[in-house]
């Protein structure tokens, strides 16, 4: 789909349909750009199979200059601003073409998980369950809240887990200006939730976060990560020098 710099509002959804957004699935040969989604309300009141986001409950292709400043709201295990679930059940590519790609995206909205025992919640994508995902230029400025006082805890600004099934993540040129409200603190990190396991890995570059976002940039880790975020200061990040002080263009990818 090539939204053409459109605009859709007023959407509202609230069910109980395991995967749920503006589309429920994209599958891996899909292409979502050029889109914009404001002023707009989706829910999922499964309270154990809940997928939502407000672009796709489920994703496997490449999304590209999409912009959400939806409310997104959960019972259930996986809520993201845009995408609940990165799944890539292919064999592992090399070529970025064999990748599921989010590149030049910004969540502006409020995600908001209530699930009980386990929460995956996120401003990008709530978590990477299998193959590999590229997230690049993106930001988030959107406020995720997370009700959930349970022990499998995975919340962040931008990915909320990368687990289950082999799972990679490659974050590049990426910025998370919004601020986490946790119930419970384990797990929970500004800008990656949690790796579950040595079956997880995240690469990460040229990355910042408030250092008002949360106390950690990556909540728990039991998996292999390669770099990491730069944390400054909101006066510093989201100034009018903040170019002096990171390697973003503001005005090319998020403007």
């Avoid at 209530?114 to 995956?120: F, L, P, Q, R, W």
Wanted: proline share 1%.
């Amino acid at each position: 789909l090539n939204g053409n710099g459109y605009t859709v509002s007023g959407i509202y959804l609230k069910n109980a349909n395991q995967y749920q957004g503006f589309f429920t699935t994209v599958q891996a040969n899909g292409v979502i750009k050029d889109l914009s989604i404001k002023n707009s309300y989706f829910c999922n009141t499964n309270e154990t199979l809940s997928m939502i986001g407000s672009i796709a409950g489920d994703f496997r292709g490449k999304l590209e200059g999409v912009y959400s400043n939806a409310i997104v709201e959960a019972h259930g295990p996986q809520v993201g601003g845009l995408i609940a679930r990165a799944n890539d059940n292919d064999d592992p590519g090399t070529d970025v073409a064999d990748k599921i790609v989010m590149s030049n995206c910004w969540f502006d909205g409020e995600v908001i998980s209530k699930g009980e025992i386990s929460t995956y919640a996120a401003g990008l994508v709530s978590a990477v369950i299998q193959g590999d995902l590229v997230v690049e230029h993106c930001l988030n400025t959107g406020t995720i809240r997370s009700e959930c006082t349970g022990r499998a805890i995975h919340v962040a600004g931008l990915v909320g887990s990368v687990s289950h099934v082999e799972a990679r993540l490659v974050m590049k040129d990426c910025l998370n200006a919004g601020l986490i409200d946790a119930a419970y603190d384990v797990g929970v990190g500004s800008v990656i939730g949690r790796l579950s396991s040595e079956k997880h890995s995240a690469n990460i570059s040229d990355t910042y976060t408030l250092e008002e976002s949360h106390i950690k940039s990556i909540g728990t880790s039991s998996g292999t990560i390669k770099g990491g975020s730069i944390r400054l200061p909101k006066s510093i990040l989201t100034g009018k020098s903040a170019y002096r002080f990171s390697t973003l263009d503001y005005d090319k990818y998020w403007t």
